[in-house]
């Protein structure tokens, strides 16, 4: 029938007739399925009676020509002998270690698919590539540009400094990026940072809702502010004490308030803050400026936020608005020296060539030019930054204006005289005692701190020694 004898000799013959003398190797199944597998890690080695001989640059028996294929980069060759003849039936990854079957006569499939999946050669592809940076702890990492990480610090950019919502889509903020910081910057939309805000706060919203639930008991203050845009928001800032005993605020509501600013419609709207937190029955004080309507509110408010402490210690005073009216009253009783410097000064600043002839003055004789601001009503600190700049430039001042303000005619009367500036040089010594006490009320908690103890003795002294002072008690009782 033409067929093949039982023989086994003839058997082998014509098999490798047929197919050629690499008839008996194994076929790997595993490289033509899907998934890497156990079946593509060789178990053994070779037969009994062969050696393995490890290489990576010799090739198999009957292969002459290098290995043209960039997979055997990361995989080291292993040969065996067999019959004589060396012949290379293993790769072993030069990465992880591990061994995959890989005779000459098969493809490279499994090992491409092992060299794209393998952690250890990952790791170290990433590491080579990123740049190193210092940890918070001191230590040396590494450090990758993460595109989430940039979005996120963006839009936290934008609320903190009040950025316009499309300003990471900027063409003037993309160049900066790519090309001071980082070519792979992605530019990001407005429509995406406004999600991304709306989360944001949701998150921190959630966050301070949890932390809240823990405190035991809260101090609140609230105020009313406008904005730019000339709208009235009424911002409730809370005071506690966390769980590692440190002592935190935060703001918990920002809400505008476009009635009347009257005591109803201010208990109503931290009424409503507090208790979307639940902290109706954990307030133990509110601290308050002196305005009708603040007190107004707290009648409202006392009967439904007493029940942690009662409504004996509940209202306190702000202590830096007690300042504000103190100092208010002070300059009052010398308005009419603090006007002449306020006329002198407008004078000044309303001709631009006369601001250049002061300034071109100051350098004729050796001191440092510098523009002088008027104050605002509202702000007595700007009052005393005003004397504070204007004082050392006593003896220049004086002169200049003096010549330009009369124009030089002899016998008009002096806009500032010595009065002027012996009373401005004293007020300015207790207007700094009442603003360094206000910023430290500014930043410090506690108000029976040494530091803010210091500043009330110290205001104590002055009054003191300065009681005697006759030209000064002259001042102020002719003023009266």
């Given at each position: 029938m033409g067929g093949v004898g039982d023989d086994e000799e003839d058997l082998q013959a014509g098999r490798e007739e047929l197919f050629g003398r690499n008839a008996n190797a194994l076929i790997d199944l595993v490289d033509a399925g899907d998934g890497e597998g156990d079946a593509g890690v060789?178990?053994?080695?070779?037969?009994?009676?062969?050696?393995?001989?490890?290489?990576?640059?010799?090739?198999?028996?009957?292969?002459?020509?290098?290995?043209?294929?960039?997979?055997?980069?990361?995989?080291?060759?292993?040969?065996?002998?067999?019959?004589?003849?060396?012949?290379r039936f293993q790769a072993k990854c030069l990465h992880c270690g591990k061994f995959y079957a890989a005779p000459s006569n098969f493809g490279t499939?499994?090992?491409?698919?092992?060299?794209?999946?393998?952690?250890?050669r990952n790791k170290k592809s990433r590491s080579s590539q990123s740049l190193l940076q210092f940890s918070l702890d001191g230590s040396l990492g590494n450090w990758e540009y993460s595109p989430e990480v940039a979005r996120t610090q963006l839009y936290r950019l934008i609320a903190r400094l009040d950025l316009p919502l499309g300003f990471g889509d900027c063409d003037a903020f993309e160049e900066y990026i790519k090309l001071a910081h980082n070519p792979r910057f992605a530019t990001v939309s407005r429509q995406t940072t406004s999600r991304d805000l709306v989360k944001y706060y949701t998150?921190?919203?959630?966050?301070?809702?949890?932390?809240?639930?823990?405190?035991?008991?809260v101090a609140l203050t609230f105020d009313i502010w406008y904005d730019n845009a000339k709208e009235d928001y009424l911002s409730v800032v809370v005071h506690f004490v966390s769980a590692d005993w440190d002592l935190e605020k935060r703001i918990i509501g920002l809400r505008l308030i476009n009635v009347s600013h009257n005591?109803?419609?201010?208990?109503?709207?931290?009424?409503?803050?507090?208790?979307?937190?639940g902290l109706t029955d954990k307030v133990v004080s509110l601290t308050l400026d002196n305005a009708s309507a603040n007190t107004s509110a707290m009648n409202i408010l006392s009967?439904?936020?007493?029940?942690?402490?009662?409504?004996?210690?509940?209202h306190y005073r702000c202590a830096c608005h007690i300042i504000n009216l103190i100092v208010k009253s002070g300059l009052k009783r010398i308005s009419h020296y603090l006007d002449a410097f306020r006329t002198t000064i407008s004078f000044l600043n309303s001709s631009n060539q006369r601001i250049a002839s002061y300034k071109y003055y100051c350098i004729i004789v050796n001191e440092r030019p510098r523009k002088f601001q008027l104050d605002m009503d509202v702000r007595w600190t700007s009052t005393y930054l005003m004397l504070k700049y204007l004082v050392p430039h006593k003896q220049s001042f004086s002169v200049f204006i003096q010549t330009h303000y009369s124009k030089g005619e002899e016998g008009s009367p002096?806009?500032?005289?010595?009065?002027?500036?012996?009373?401005?040089?004293?007020?300015?010594?207790?207007?700094?005692?009442?603003?360094?006490?206000?910023?430290?009320?500014?930043?410090?908690?506690?108000?029976?701190?040494?530091l803010i103890l210091h500043h009330i003795i110290e205001i104590a002294g002055h009054l003191n020694n300065y009681e005697n002072d006759c030209l000064l008690r002259s001042v102020v009782v002719h003023e009266k």
């Open positions: 060789a178990g053994s080695a070779t037969g009994a009676g062969a050696s393995v001989d490890r290489d990576t640059e010799s090739t198999g028996a009957k292969r002459n020509r290098p290995c043209t294929s960039d997979v055997w980069e990361d995989y080291e060759k292993i040969f065996s002998i067999e019959n004589g003849k060396r012949v499939r499994t090992l491409k698919r092992h060299r794209a999946a393998c952690s250890v998150d921190r919203r959630n966050k301070v809702t949890k932390t809240l639930v823990a405190a035991l008991c005591g109803d419609n201010i208990a109503e709207c931290v009424l409503a803050v507090l208790q979307e937190f009967p439904q936020i007493s029940g942690y402490v009662g409504t004996l210690f509940l002096m806009l500032l005289t010595n009065v002027h500036w012996y009373v401005v040089e004293h007020i300015l010594t207790f207007l700094e005692l009442f603003y360094d006490l206000t910023v430290a009320l500014s930043v410090v908690y506690d108000p029976t701190s040494p």
